[in-house]
């Protein structure tokens, strides 16, 4: 299905380009539009790798590897989603105007296997839990029935609880600080969190699209006065150096791997809500099954890689969908301009120095909101759902194993060695529990109306 192009007005400069998906409209229109969805990401794209690089008690260059890692992939991941490569019946990327990030539902988990298996243990689950998202990638057309809204929402929900509970020790200046809940970093951390909701609120253009990271420059800048930002890092760090693999080297784990696996199920949909997302804005119309599986594919790929190369997984990012959709700029060209700016980005260590350089209570300050609204997008799934007697059921059942049991590990050192793993983490129990409850009792007016 070709994708209809909105009409537009056609001017001297060839401006009317940017709302065509083909075509290379002027550099100096085009680099501003690429760098709008650059800003709106940015802060978002580095956060997630900065908050479990301090979990993982990483090196300060580790640190700066893994975000040079984080701005390079996320960038070629993005080249791939506009420039699908193919291979067989089967497409790598969407061709859509899609922007890769790093994902923060992988926070929790990928969290909790560092403070326990270090970050080898985090990239080896990473690496092979992609294996589940690059099948529903293949065979999207005889999967998708099974993540229902009533699942993804569940998932949704747990991850948002779970990222709260990382969002409330970074705003007291991060789990195990000696000034933790010291007056200093709360000050900071509300002064940063009162700017970036005033900007989200009040702000327009790319003031509101990129309200993180001017959030994090504010903050930055108050953090310094507060003798709380170190420099040393900056200063050390080269100008210039290349990003290699297996930079950290990989350890597998089951428990680390099934995780993961989990999570890449609510990564993918994700990815097929926000390609979906692009094409309802941009073409009026749904994502042709190409289109979505080639995302999906393209979005296992560059996890893959990521992990490869140091960084966490990917996914497509929500901003800059909203972004496409209120400016109704869908121009591939923009967008890679902005890709090229990140993986240029992903040669400067002294960049990726300087984002490592935040303290804790201004990250905190500055995503403690975006992690609530993870939870409340949960809470809009099942919404949309419906609370019928069976849905309230599955939900009941999900949460109580999921939320309730799993992730205690008291509470389940008595379970069988096969079940031990499964019940280690949270979300990924949530999700799994959700699907097969879900099979378990199938919602009776589908079953009735597919009859």
């Known amino acids: 299905m070709a994708a209809q192009q909105p009409e537009t007005k056609h001017y001297s400069d060839g401006r009317e380009l940017v709302y065509q998906l083909e075509g290379h409209p002027k550099l100096s229109i085009a680099f501003p539009l690429g760098m709008q969805h650059v800003l709106a990401m940015f802060a978002g794209n580095l956060a997630p790798m900065m908050i479990v690089a301090a979990i993982a008690k990483l090196s300060a260059a580790d640190t700066v590897v893994m975000i040079q890692a984080g701005m390079l992939i996320s960038g070629l991941a993005t080249f791939l989603q506009l420039y699908p490569i193919k291979i067989g019946r089967f497409q790598l990327g969407s061709g859509l105007p899609i922007v890769m990030g790093t994902s923060f539902a992988f926070v929790p988990t990928a969290s909790a296997i560092a403070a326990t298996g270090g970050i080898s243990a985090v990239f080896g689950g990473a690496m092979i839990g992609a294996a589940v998202e690059l099948l529903i990638g293949l065979f999207y057309k005889y999967l998708k029935r099974f993540f229902t ?44 969190f009162i700017f970036v909701i005033c900007l989200q609120r009040f702000g327009r253009g790319v ?14 800048i108050i953090a310094v006065f507060f003798g709380k930002v170190d420099f040393s890092t900056v200063a050390n760090a080269g100008w210039f150096t290349v990003p290699m693999p297996l930079h950290f080297k990989p350890t597998f784990s089951m428990g680390a791997i099934v995780s993961f696996a989990a999570i890449y199920l609510t990564v993918s949909m994700e990815t097929i809500g926000n390609t979906s997302g692009i094409t309802i804005a941009a073409f009026d119309r749904e994502a042709t099954e190409k289109e979505t599986s080639g995302s999906v594919l393209a979005d296992a790929i560059g996890c893959v890689v ?14 800059n969908v909203g972004i496409v959709s209120m400016t109704k700029v869908i121009n591939k060209f923009c967008i890679a301009l902005g890709a090229g700016v990140l993986v240029i980005c992903g040669f400067l260590p002294k960049l990726g120095a300087l984002f490592s350089s935040i303290p804790s209570a201004v990250l ?85 109306i597919t009859a």
């Open 364 to 448: 905190g300050g500055a995503l403690i909101s975006v992690f609530a609204m993870i939870f409340i997008n949960g809470i809009k799934m099942l919404a949309q759902a419906g609370f019928s007697e069976r849905n309230v059921l599955v939900m009941g059942i999900t949460f109580a194993m999921g939320l309730g049991l799993a992730g205690h590990a008291d509470a389940i050192k008595g379970l069988p060695g096969a079940l031990h793993f499964f019940f280690d983490d949270s979300i990924a129990a949530t999700t799994f529990i959700g699907i097969l409850v879900n099979i378990l009792f199938p919602d009776e007016k589908k079953v009735k």
């Open 149 to 192: 809204p009533l699942v993804i929402g569940c998932t949704l929900i747990t991850i948002g609880i779970n990222l709260l509970s990382v969002g409330r020790d970074y705003f007291a200046g991060g789990a195990g600080a000696k000034d933790y809940g010291s007056w200093q970093n709360l000050m900071i951390a509300f002064t940063t």
């Open 207 to 220: 003031f509101k699209s990129a309200a993180l990271l001017f959030g994090l420059v504010f903050g930055y």
């Open 306 to 319: 990521a992990a490869l190369f140091g960084a966490l997984p990917n996914t497509a990012f929500g901003q």
